[in-house]
């Protein structure tokens, strides 16, 4: 028998829009093996198929796609690909040169725009040769449908290892079933029917029932916050440019920062009383409010002491260092960024202030009400906060920013270092910008994914990170 998609993963198709993919991605950098300038055999396109396709060996889902049933009579199933070719999933690009950042960033924007071909199962990565400095790029795209309870990874974490070198030869055991009739899909979602009566009158309710659920929850747990958390979800949430209409284009910007410097941020305010109070997340998360203030100056927006972009975050509870485990401690914060604040500092108590009410107050959402909001079992961080973000009305928030402890050490892919990572979290409905981070052997990398026309000044905004945490780094306070 097939699997069945649950309801919540089916909506994730049924809402799917040429304007809003749902597929999250990543953009791995990596140095060729041996070093820049070494003679060692660059790495290629052959051992990225042959890597990819060892470690799906056992992982059938990533060689299953998705039917729908006639009549939608009953959820979509996932069935094995007859016809599965891995060369048609694993492809490559070079850059023309010289191969710069700015390429790449416009290389990922256009293939991240493209919705993934249902007709194939829903993953593609891409090696991108010709990148400067002896370095190449592996980009990739993981449908949400695709990163359930049964497929815990998306396919980038299946790319690199935490050591150098390749795995040994796999034996591939995986035969495939007979893709189902239309006739047997049919009979299937019937059984279903007659045998599993509740199944299906729960994917019917399903729905209904954990929206009620959680409208509750957000109004009781937020509705007693104070100052810059939010005060209720019947209350929207501020005006902004951020919140337009979308097309299908995209924008992506690279911002690379160092993990020190943030650190020294909290070290410096561990002198003052606010020791305890203020963590690394809190520190970025002030970062991005001075960026977001700056940008608004740039334009010529509004700006009031009293100006606020709430955004949504779905924080990790794990300890710093990161962890997979982490998976498990996940919970959602609505944090109003203080933009009208002119005082780096005080933008930064101000954010951590809001933190610790949500999280000791038990006012954030834990992990377990994260699988309730939208179906979720714990893929990987980054597509679960951007599956949380789709799923919750756009009048919540302004922008969704992501955040994943990763490993501080490095990470290979064959023999050849990752640099650099980073997230493309997929825009929702009326939502100009995501932005997605993750911390990596030394570094915290940002990316940020854009509407195109909505955000033609993206590559400001980036800047504006960078020269937001020199604020913070070196105790100057903005005007």
């Given at each position: ?27 791995m950098v990596f140095d060729e093996p041996g ?50 070719d891995i060369t048609y999933h694993v ?389």
């Amino acid at each position: 028998m097939s699997d069945r998609l649950s309801s919540l993963d089916a909506s994730l198709l049924y809402l799917e829009e040429p304007t809003t993919v749902m597929h999250v991605g990543n953009v791995m950098v990596f140095d060729e093996p041996g070093g820049r300038g070494s003679s060692d055999a660059p790495f290629d396109y052959e051992e990225l198929v042959a890597l990819i396709s060892a470690r799906i060996a056992h992982l059938p889902r990533y060689r299953q796609k998705i039917r729908e049933v006639p009549g939608r009579l009953a959820n979509p199933v996932w069935v094995d690909d007859e016809s599965f070719d891995i060369t048609y999933h694993v492809r490559q690009a070079a850059l023309p040169k010289p191969g710069t950042d700015e390429q790449l960033e416009e290389f990922v924007a256009r293939i991240q725009q493209r919705p993934l071909d249902r007709s194939h199962p829903l993953w593609e990565v891409y090696l991108v040769e010709g990148l400067e400095h002896d370095r190449f790029a592996v980009v990739t795209k993981t449908h949400h449908a695709l990163v359930d309870g049964a497929v815990a990874l998306d396919i980038a974490q299946l790319v690199v290892r935490d050591r150098p070198g390749f795995d040994e030869d796999v034996v591939d055991t995986w035969r495939p079933r007979h893709e189902p009739s239309d006739l047997q899909l049919v009979a299937g979602a019937v059984t279903d029917a007659v045998f599993m009566p509740g199944q299906v009158i729960d994917s019917v309710r399903e729905n209904v029932d954990e929206a009620r659920e959680i409208a509750g929850r957000v109004v009781q747990g937020l509705g007693s916050l104070v100052s810059t958390v939010v005060r209720g979800a019947a209350r929207p949430a501020p005006t902004s440019p951020l919140n337009v209409e979308i097309g299908a284009g995209r924008r992506f910007v690279m911002v690379g920062t160092d993990l020190d410097d943030y650190r020294k941020v909290r070290s410096r305010l561990a002198r003052g009383a606010y020791a305890d109070d203020v963590t690394i997340n809190d520190v970025i998360l002030a970062t991005v409010a001075g960026a977001f203030r700056a940008w608004l100056l740039t334009r010529g927006e509004p700006v009031h002491p009293s100006s606020v972009i709430r955004s949504m975050v779905p924080v990790s509870v794990e300890s710093e260092s990161g962890s997979s485990a982490a998976a498990h401690r996940l919970t959602a914060c609505f944090v109003d960024l203080p933009v009208g604040e002119p005082g780096a500092s005080m933008r930064l108590h101000q954010i951590a202030f809001s933190m610790r009410q949500q999280m000791e107050g038990g006012q954030a959402m834990s992990a377990q009400r994260l699988v309730g909001l939208a179906g979720f079992a714990p893929p990987t961080l980054h597509s679960l906060g951007a599956r949380l973000g789709s799923a919750m009305s756009r009048r919540l928030f302004n922008v969704i920013i992501t955040n994943v402890p990763g490993p501080q050490t490095t990470l290979y892919a064959g023999e050849a270092p990752m640099l650099s990572t980073y997230p493309v979290i997929p825009l929702a409905k009326g939502q100009a910008l995501a932005i997605g981070l993750t911390s990596y052997d030394g570094g915290v990398y940002f990316g940020l994914n854009a509407d195109r026309n909505a955000m033609p000044d993206l590559e400001v905004l980036g800047q504006c990170i960078v020269d937001a945490l020199a604020e913070l780094t070196e105790g100057r306070e903005g005007a």
